[in-house]
């Protein structure tokens, strides 16, 4: 019987436009699918995993075919409705599905004959379960430090290798290189069991009679275990934490009752995510008057609109509303994709969630290994390969930007809390695309519903909602009616003259600190800049340090004494003299949050103080320690950057203070006054949200700003009607539709040429829309200097067209001797 030759059209993870076609051999006829992963040599000496696109007899014309080394995977792990989503993607971010695929897949399903590989730290170098091809490379892993997928090949003498390393990946023998650096780090949590000699209850009473006369309140942290576990005195345990926080006690406190040989510790591992069945059932919930309304309008809206725009202030219980609609959504049979801006969130909404759905639950995002993320792709996938923790598939997945590119295939509901926030954009690599648009997007291929959930909601979201597009729900009472918090202005320039400034704080801020501390409640200081002191200046000369590599001052960091770029990274030593003009009058201007942090520390000496930014939260378990520090309230005053404005829910915190509300308000951005309004919102949103009222102090030398004003009468509807009025006479989102050009090159003169000739040939097709070249604000990053071109184009208009117009102008421009080495990046909808 002749055999048919297949053909398949793959993409490959890289920049390059289009499809490559290979040959399946026949041996492989009856296994490859579209969907597949498969491995390919491209080029001379490189390997890659592919992905097919589609399988066909035709063979090409012109040029020999070569062969696909093998198939990786013995069903698809990506769907169509994933291929189309990049296809999309592709389409309207104006990026290759390449650049799509390298996005949206986890490390470890993207293998290339640069990666390397090394031992997994945990492999106890028993090599008795393996093969011997596989033990060849596991020996030459204990000989050397890392392998080359090209050295692999060599040493076990196979062409094929990639299946030979994802059955090692697998067997936990290796990894990829770069988990190295986020190896993955088992949850260890201490519990408190009772020793065994007090588990009699007649050395039980001996204790208890003893506590009574010298130490009460280790007697009520021992009552309270009892409680804790309903009696169990053989086999109760404790978390630690809800031990200490059941009696308001303290470590030293729990430290007396081990030495005395009451308690014992025990460290167990745990999930990250504890995969427990739910304790609560979603019929529990009961909603208020608002919340039910609200929750009813939902379910109407979506029997005519896809998209519903929930508008709730902070506090109002859109959590609880969000829950029943999972529940129904589970219901049905379907998936549910929850998308969050940070990972911080992820923290305290898991617990929420998992609470009434259990082990349902899956985490998706970026502080994972790459091995984590594979286990929780296939999981979403069919539950192929079960992880050691996980058991069941995976009914609702958590997580920012990043997880909506899991194989979702049946999803019924996408919920986008905090829409507004520009986390959700992606600035680099391509594609640069903003995760609240292309989630909508996802949702509709799904045929599911969408909701947009947020207490500021983005201008052009709000628009939509106002011309049609999406339904509009608003819910604006605090849930168990607590009021709004009360906002006040700290006057800088008054306090300035009268002198009762204590460093970058007013004395009206310090006061009701001190206030709120006394109170025993705990603060939120918010100001948008990390660092110490924002630049280093000469009072002589006014010499300032500049990064060697970017048009920026460098910022002061004090814990490691260093002048730090923000872009590039570069960081230098503080120098000890002016080195233009030798003077030592060297001082510092302007303030961050590690300044803010290390001031606070000499006004208040005796508070615990805590700082939430980028320096402090690089590492894996960085956010939810904190979060977790300041629920236990082991933290009084928690300073931080954007990353304290999301969503946290905390309910001791009595006062927010932002510190400084001009530089936002003042910075030259179109969309300043909209994102400063969100800001302070959001951030006074965390003040008084259980009992008493919560205060927020804005410091400002402008208290009779319009957006300040807003704020503090909490008017969103008054901003957004001035913001949409300044947007339409000067033709910006959401009347226009912007794309940005961003020409890079390292020599100034070549670019300014280029950018030049490029905007030159754009104004000729497309007019007036074409604004630039221009410098921006940060001429130059690692060393390559930058112009940008924007282009505005009008509600109504083709964009299909101008994008296609587009792309042929970069392509002459690219095609020009003088300008292939100038790189030119497309961000379609910039933020």
Same mark, same amino acid.
């Given at each position: 019987?002749?055999?048919? $030759?297949?053909?398949?059209?793959?993409?490959?993870?890289?920049?390059?436009?289009?499809?490559?076609?290979?040959?399946?051999?026949?041996?492989?006829?009856?296994?490859?699918? +579209?969907?597949?992963?498969?491995?390919?040599?491209?080029?001379?000496?490189?390997?890659?995993?592919?992905?097919?696109?589609?399988?066909?007899?035709?063979?090409?014309?012109?040029?020999?075919?070569?062969?696909?080394?093998?198939?990786?995977?013995?069903?698809?792990?990506?769907?169509?409705?994933?291929?189309?989503?990049?296809?999309?993607?592709?389409?309207?971010?104006?990026?290759?599905?390449?650049?799509?695929?390298?996005?949206?897949?986890?490390?470890?399903?993207?293998?290339?004959?640069?990666?390397?590989?090394?031992?997994?730290?945990?492999?106890?170098?028993?090599?008795?379960?393996?093969?011997?091809?596989?033990?060849?490379?596991?020996?030459?892993?204990?000989?050397?430090?890392?392998?080359?997928?090209? !050295?692999?090949?060599?040493?076990?003498?196979?062409?094929?290798?990639?299946?030979?390393? +994802?059955?090692?990946?697998?067997?936990?023998?290796?990894?990829? !290189?770069?988990?190295?650096?986020?190896?993955?780090?088992?949850?260890?949590?201490?519990?408190?069991?009772?020793?065994?000699?007090?588990?009699?209850?007649?050395?039980?009473?001996?204790?208890?009679?003893?506590?009574?006369?010298?130490?009460?309140?280790?007697?009520?942290?021992?009552?309270?275990?009892?409680?804790?576990?309903?009696?169990?005195?053989?086999?109760?345990?404790?978390?630690?934490?809800?031990?200490?926080?059941?009696? !308001?006690?303290?470590?030293?406190?729990?430290?007396?009752?081990?030495? +005395?040989?009451?308690?014992?510790?025990?460290?167990?591992?745990?999930?990250?995510?504890?995969?427990?069945?739910?304790?609560?059932?979603?019929?529990?919930?009961?909603?208020?008057?608002?919340?039910?309304?609200?929750?009813?309008?939902?379910?109407?809206?979506?029997?005519?609109?896809?998209?519903?725009?929930?508008? @709730?202030? $902070?506090?109002?219980?859109?959590?609880?509303?969000?829950?029943?609609?999972?529940?129904?959504?589970?219901?049905?049979?379907?998936?549910?994709?929850?998308?969050?801006?940070?990972?911080?969130?992820?923290? #305290?909404?898991?617990?929420?969630?998992?609470?009434?759905?259990?082990?349902?639950?899956?985490?998706?995002?970026?502080?994972?290994?790459?091995?984590?993320?594979?286990?929780?792709?296939?999981?979403?996938?069919?539950?192929?390969?079960?992880?050691?923790?996980?058991?069941?598939?995976?009914?609702?997945?958590?997580?920012?930007?990043?997880?909506?590119?899991?194989?979702?295939?049946?999803?019924?509901?996408?919920?986008?809390?905090?829409?507004?926030?520009?986390?959700?954009? #992606?600035?680099?690599?391509?594609?640069?695309?903003?995760?609240?648009?292309?989630?909508?997007?996802?949702?509709?291929?799904?045929?599911?519903?969408?909701?947009?959930?947020?207490?500021?909601?983005?201008?052009?979201?709000?628009?939509?909602?106002?011309?049609?597009?999406?339904?509009?729900?608003?819910?604006?009472?605090?849930? @168990?009616?607590?009021?709004?918090?009360?906002?006040?202005?700290?006057?800088?320039?008054?306090?300035?003259?009268?002198?009762?400034?204590?460093?970058?704080?007013?004395?009206?801020?310090?006061?009701?600190?001190?206030?709120?501390?006394?109170?025993?409640?705990?603060?939120?200081?918010?100001?948008?800049?990390?660092?110490?002191?924002?630049?280093?200046?000469?009072?002589?000369?006014?010499?300032?340090?500049?990064?060697?590599?970017?048009?920026?001052?460098?910022?002061?960091?004090?814990?490691?004494?260093?002048?730090?770029?923000?872009?590039?990274?570069?960081?230098?030593?503080?120098?000890?003299?002016?080195?233009?003009?030798?003077?030592?009058?060297?001082?510092?201007?302007?303030?961050?949050?590690? +300044?803010?942090?290390?001031?606070?520390?000499?006004?208040?000496?005796?508070?615990?103080?805590?700082?939430?930014?980028?320096?402090?939260?690089?590492?894996?378990?960085?956010?939810?320690?904190?979060?977790?520090?300041?629920?236990?309230?082991?933290?009084?005053?928690?300073?931080?950057?954007?990353?304290?404005?999301?969503?946290?829910?905390?309910?001791?915190?009595?006062?927010?203070?932002?510190?400084?509300?001009?530089?936002?308000?003042?910075?030259?951005?179109?969309?300043?006054?909209?994102?400063?309004?969100?800001?302070?919102? #959001?951030?006074?949103?965390?003040?008084?949200?259980?009992?008493?009222?919560?205060?927020?102090?804005?410091?400002?030398?402008?208290?009779?700003? #319009?957006?300040?004003?807003?704020?503090?009468?909490?008017?969103?509807?008054?901003?957004?009607?001035?913001?949409?009025?300044?947007?339409?006479?000067?033709?910006?989102?959401?009347?226009?539709?912007?794309?940005?050009?961003?020409?890079?090159?390292?020599?100034?003169?070549?670019?300014?040429?280029?950018?030049?000739?490029?905007?030159?040939?754009?104004?000729?097709?497309?007019?007036?829309?074409?604004?630039?070249?221009?410098?921006?604000?940060?001429?130059?990053?690692?060393?390559?200097?930058?112009?940008?071109?924007?282009?505005?184009?009008?509600?109504?208009?083709?964009?299909?067209?101008?994008?296609?117009?587009?792309?042929?102008?970069?392509?002459?421009?690219?095609?020009?001797?003088?300008?292939?080495?100038?790189?030119?990046?497309?961000?379609?909808?910039?933020?």
């Amino acid at each position: 019987m002749e055999r048919t $030759t297949l053909f398949v059209d793959v993409l490959l993870p890289l920049p390059i436009e289009g499809t490559f076609t290979y040959r399946v051999p026949f041996s492989l006829n009856d296994e490859i699918k +579209k969907g597949q992963r498969v491995v390919v040599q491209f080029g001379r000496k490189k390997i890659y995993t592919a992905v097919v696109l589609k399988v066909h007899e035709n063979p090409p014309q012109g040029y020999s075919v070569k062969y696909i080394s093998s198939i990786l995977d013995p069903v698809p792990v990506i769907n169509n409705i994933q291929l189309d989503f990049w296809k999309w993607m592709s389409e309207y971010y104006m990026c290759t599905k390449g650049e799509v695929m390298n996005v949206a897949l986890p490390s470890s399903l993207k293998l290339a004959s640069e990666s390397k590989i090394i031992l997994h730290p945990d492999f106890d170098g028993d090599i008795s379960g393996l093969n011997e091809r596989e033990r060849s490379i596991a020996e030459a892993l204990h000989n050397r430090s890392k392998l080359t997928i090209s !050295e692999a090949i060599e040493i076990a003498e196979l062409k094929k290798i990639f299946t030979l390393i +994802k059955n090692l990946i697998e067997k936990k023998v290796v990894l990829v !290189e770069e988990e190295i650096h986020d190896t993955y780090k088992p949850k260890k949590e201490t519990f408190v069991r009772l020793s065994e000699k007090y588990r009699n209850e007649e050395n039980l009473k001996e204790i208890f009679d003893e506590l009574s006369k010298r130490a009460f309140k280790q007697l009520e942290m021992l009552i309270s275990f009892i409680k804790l576990t309903n009696n169990n005195l053989e086999n109760g345990e404790v978390k630690r934490p809800l031990l200490i926080k059941s009696v !308001e006690g303290s470590a030293s406190q729990l430290n007396s009752l081990v030495k +005395k040989g009451v308690f014992n510790i025990l460290t167990k591992i745990t999930s990250r995510l504890e995969n427990r069945e739910s304790s609560t059932s979603v019929d529990k919930i009961k909603l208020n008057e608002h919340q039910q309304k609200s929750y009813s309008e939902i379910k109407n809206a979506f029997k005519e609109k896809d998209v519903v725009l929930f508008h @709730g202030v $902070t506090s109002s219980g859109k959590t609880e509303i969000y829950i029943k609609l999972i529940s129904e959504a589970i219901a049905e049979g379907k998936q549910v994709l929850y998308l969050l801006p940070e990972i911080a969130l992820t923290t #305290q909404i898991i617990s929420r969630l998992q609470k009434y759905f259990g082990e349902k639950i899956g985490v998706y995002h970026s502080k994972y290994s790459n091995n984590e993320k594979v286990e929780i792709w296939n999981n979403v996938l069919n539950n192929q390969y079960k992880s050691e923790v996980q058991k069941n598939s995976y009914k609702i997945i958590l997580g920012p930007r990043s997880a909506m590119f899991l194989p979702f295939n049946n999803l019924g509901l996408v919920i986008i809390d905090e829409e507004h926030d520009t986390s959700y954009k #992606q600035y680099d690599p391509a594609p640069r695309y903003n995760a609240r648009d292309s989630a909508i997007y996802l949702a509709k291929m799904h045929k599911a519903k969408t909701i947009l959930g947020t207490a500021t909601p983005a201008v052009e979201s709000y628009f939509n909602s106002q011309t049609g597009k999406y339904q509009l729900v608003e819910l604006m009472q605090r849930y @168990g009616d607590i009021q709004m918090p009360e906002i006040k202005v700290a006057n800088l320039k008054l306090e300035t003259r009268q002198r009762t400034m204590k460093s970058h704080f007013s004395s009206y801020l310090i006061d009701h600190v001190k206030q709120a501390l006394e109170n025993k409640k705990q603060i939120i200081l918010f100001q948008n800049r990390r660092g110490f002191s924002l630049r280093l200046e000469c009072e002589v000369c006014n010499w300032i340090p500049e990064c060697k590599n970017c048009d920026v001052t460098l910022t002061y960091h004090k814990y490691n004494n260093q002048l730090r770029c923000h872009y590039c990274g570069y960081s230098t030593k503080v120098p000890e003299k002016c080195p233009s003009c030798e003077s030592n009058a060297l001082i510092m201007k302007g303030f961050g949050t590690e +300044k803010v942090e290390d001031d606070l520390s000499i006004i208040l000496p005796e508070i615990r103080i805590e700082r939430m930014d980028l320096d402090t939260t690089r590492s894996k378990y960085a956010y939810q320690r904190i979060i977790n520090d300041f629920e236990e309230r082991r933290i009084d005053i928690l300073v931080g950057t954007q990353m304290v404005t999301k969503g946290l829910d905390f309910d001791n915190v009595s006062v927010v203070g932002i510190l400084n509300a001009d530089n936002m308000l003042s910075f030259p951005d179109f969309r300043a006054q909209e994102r400063s309004f969100q800001l302070m919102a #959001q951030v006074s949103g965390r003040a008084g949200r259980k009992g008493k009222r919560g205060e927020v102090i804005i410091q400002t030398y402008n208290p009779k700003h #319009q957006t300040i004003q807003n704020v503090i009468n909490n008017d969103y509807y008054k901003m957004y009607i001035r913001e949409l009025s300044d947007r339409y006479k000067f033709n910006y989102p959401p009347y226009y539709k912007l794309v940005l050009l961003k020409l890079l090159y390292k020599d100034y003169h070549v670019l300014n040429m280029g950018a030049s000739y490029l905007a030159s040939n754009l104004k000729q097709k497309f007019g007036k829309m074409v604004l630039g070249p221009e410098y921006p604000l940060v001429s130059r990053i690692k060393n390559r200097y930058i112009k940008n071109i924007l282009i505005k184009i009008e509600r109504g208009k083709s964009i299909s067209y101008i994008k296609s117009e587009l792309l042929k102008e970069i392509d002459k421009f690219n095609s020009h001797q003088e300008h292939k080495k100038i790189l030119v990046v497309i961000d379609v909808d910039p933020l």
